[in-house]
T-cell receptor
Framework: EPEVTQTPSHQVTQMGQEVILRCVPI?????FYWYRQILGQKVEFLVS????????KSEIFDDQFSVERPDGSNFTLKIRSTKLEDSAMYFC????????????FGPGTRLLVL | AQSVTQLDSHVSVSEGTPVLLRCNYS??????LFWYVQHPNKGLQLLLK??????LVKGINGFEAEFKKSETSFHLTKPSAHMSDAAEYFC????????????FGAGTTVTVRA
C-alpha cells in the first residue's frame, strides 16, 4: 500500500540554524500539508500546498517557514532560523483532492532545537 | 470555528474487554470526522471516517464509531481489545467552513493489560 515517507526521523539542531524536513507524498496525490505537534499539545495545522503554491497557512507559519516541491516527488519544509519553541514532531500529509478526501500522514520528524 | 474534545487523556483496558474512546466536536457546518491511530514510531493511520453517509461507521481492526449530531459526539468503540491496540488515538474534524483544515483532539493513550 502506498504511504507517505519522511526524512529524517529525528533531527537535532542548534538554535539559529536552518533545517529542512523532507517528505515524499503518495505519488498520485495533489494536495500536501505540514502539521506539527509540540510535546504535550495538540497536532496543529501549519500549511497546505497545491499546484506549486501555498493554498492556506496558519498563524504559526510565519516568515521563518517555507515550503517547496523541488521536484516531482519531494515536498520540503524549511525553517530558516530555528528557535527553541520550534522543537516538535512535524508531520507531512497528502491527499488526492481537497474536501472530504482523507489526508494520509507520514511517520513524522522529531525536531529538537538546542 | 471547529474544535474537538477528547474526554479521556488515557484509557486502560484488559485484553478482551470493550474499548470506548470519547470524542465531542463543535463545527459550524456539516463536518467530516475521523479517527486516526498512532503506534509508537509510526505515522498517523486512518481508522475510519464519517462524511455524512451512514452514522455508524466501521473501520479497520474491528473499530467502529457512531456519529450523533444531537450529542455532537463521535465516540470510538471496539468490542474486544487486543494487545496490538495499545497506541494513541486522535479524533479529528474538518469542515468546508474551515477550508477543510484538520483540527485534532488532544489524543487518548490506550494501554491494554494482559
Amino acid at each position: 500500500e502506498p504511504e507517505v515517507t519522511q526524512t529524517p526521523s529525528h533531527q537535532v539542531t542548534q538554535m539559529g540554524q536552518e533545517v529542512i524536513l523532507r517528505c515524499v507524498p503518495i505519488s498520485n496525490h495533489l494536495y500536501f500539508y505540514w502539521y506539527r505537534q509540540i510535546l504535550g499539545q495538540k497536532v496543529e495545522f501549519l500549511v497546505s500546498f497545491y499546484n506549486n503554491e501555498i493554498s492556506e497557512k496558519s498563524e504559526i507559519f510565519d516568515d521563518q517557514f517555507s515550503v517547496e516541491r523541488p521536484d516531482g516527488s519531494n515536498f520540503t519544509l524549511k525553517i530558516r532560523s530555528t528557535k527553541l519553541e520550534d522543537s516538535a514532531m512535524y508531520f507531512c500529509a497528502s491527499s488526492e483532492s481537497r474536501g472530504e478526501e482523507t489526508q494520509y500522514f507520514g511517520p513524522g520528524t522529531r525536531l529538537l532545537v538546542l | 470555528a471547529q474544535s474537538v474534545t477528547q474526554l479521556d487523556s488515557h484509557v486502560s483496558v484488559s485484553e478482551g474487554t470493550p474499548v470506548l474512546l470519547r470524542c465531542n466536536y463543535s463545527s459550524s457546518y456539516s463536518p467530516s470526522l475521523f479517527w486516526y491511530v498512532q503506534h509508537p514510531n509510526k505515522g498517523l493511520q486512518l481508522l475510519l471516517k464519517y462524511t455524512s453517509a451512514a452514522t455508524l461507521v466501521k473501520g479497520i481492526n474491528g473499530f467502529e464509531a457512531e456519529f450523533k449530531k444531537s450529542e455532537t459526539s463521535f465516540h470510538l468503540t471496539k468490542p474486544s481489545a487486543h494487545m496490538s491496540d495499545a497506541a494513541e488515538y486522535f479524533c479529528v474534524v474538518s469542515a468546508p467552513s474551515n477550508d477543510y483544515k484538520l483540527s485534532f483532539g488532544a489524543g487518548t493513550t490506550v494501554t491494554v493489560r494482559a
